[in-house]
């Protein structure tokens, strides 16, 4: 099993829908997560922390899942600039960082 | 807001040349990081560094060494290019704390380096 798997999609969704992905770790350990976004040719910028009580911030809502080891990134009411690559961080107990090839999300008008 | 610049958005050397890629962030973080991007590969950490002087390899550092002489500056060093190293190279930066790796890192616009 991969340290971190994401599935690369592309979700194509149309806009104003509600769009869920998942992010899977292997290692039990891990102690933070991260979602990032990336724009096409662009970096990776942070969207949000992921916390053991869940987070929203607007539209977006992080979870975790302890017990099956996986993290989520739900949006809702989706726009047409939520268009991006999402990727997911988890940072293991070891000092490692591992990032997730990302989900590629289209939104569509 | 937090600027991290990189010295060339795009490069293109030869193999055997040595590379040096230059990474500066304005906002006095301690930590900073390299990775390489590829497709289907995604983000690797090759070196990070929590102090100057101080450095920790990451995932991937075989073929690169980094040097941090100045708080704001961390450079990525290919001592001899090969063709495997052409990639996206990204360098970030994040604020202290209980660890390198957990707080929110910020990322530099990248280099395209391809090497031929």
């Given at each position: 099993?991969?340290?971190?798997?994401?599935?690369?999609?592309?979700?194509?969704?149309?806009?104003?829908?509600?769009?869920?992905?998942?992010?899977?770790?292997?290692?039990?350990?891990?102690?933070?997560?991260?979602?990032?976004?990336?724009?096409?040719?662009?970096?990776?910028?942070?969207?949000?922390?992921?916390?053991?009580?869940?987070?929203?911030?607007?539209?977006f809502t992080a979870q975790l899942n302890r017990a099956s080891q996986y993290i989520s990134l739900l949006i809702r009411d989706s726009k047409l600039s939520d268009s991006a690559t999402y990727l997911c961080a988890v940072i293991q107990g070891d000092d490692k960082i591992i990032f997730g090839k990302g989900t590629r999300l289209h939104i569509l008008p | 807001d937090v600027k991290v610049t990189q010295?060339?958005?795009?490069?293109?050397?030869?193999?055997?040349?040595?590379?040096?890629?230059?990474?500066?962030?304005?906002?006095?973080?301690?930590?900073?990081?390299?990775?390489?991007?590829?497709?289907?590969?995604?983000?690797?950490?090759?070196?990070?560094?929590?102090?100057?002087?101080?450095?920790?390899?990451?995932?991937?550092?075989?073929?690169?060494?980094?040097?941090?002489?100045?708080?704001?500056?961390?450079?990525?060093?290919?001592?001899?290019a090969s063709t495997n190293q052409t990639s996206m190279y990204l360098c970030a930066s994040s604020f202290g704390g209980e660890g390198p790796l957990y707080n929110e890192q910020f990322f530099g616009p990248g280099t395209r380096l391809t090497v031929l």
């Open positions: 099993r991969k340290e971190v798997e994401q599935d690369p999609g592309p979700f194509n969704v149309p806009e104003g829908a509600t769009v869920a992905f998942n992010c899977t770790y292997s290692n039990s350990a891990s102690q933070s997560f991260f979602w990032y976004r990336q724009d096409c040719r662009k970096e990776p910028k942070l969207l949000m922390s992921v916390y053991s009580s869940g987070n929203e911030d607007g539209r | 010295s060339s958005r795009y490069l293109v050397k030869r193999t055997g040349e040595k590379v040096f890629l230059e990474c500066v962030q304005d906002m006095d973080h301690e930590n900073m990081f390299w990775y390489r991007q590829d497709p289907g590969l995604g983000l690797r950490l090759i070196y990070f560094s929590y102090d100057v002087k101080m450095k920790e390899k990451g995932d991937i550092p075989e073929g690169y060494s980094v040097s941090r002489e100045k708080k704001e500056r961390f450079s990525l060093i290919l001592e001899s």
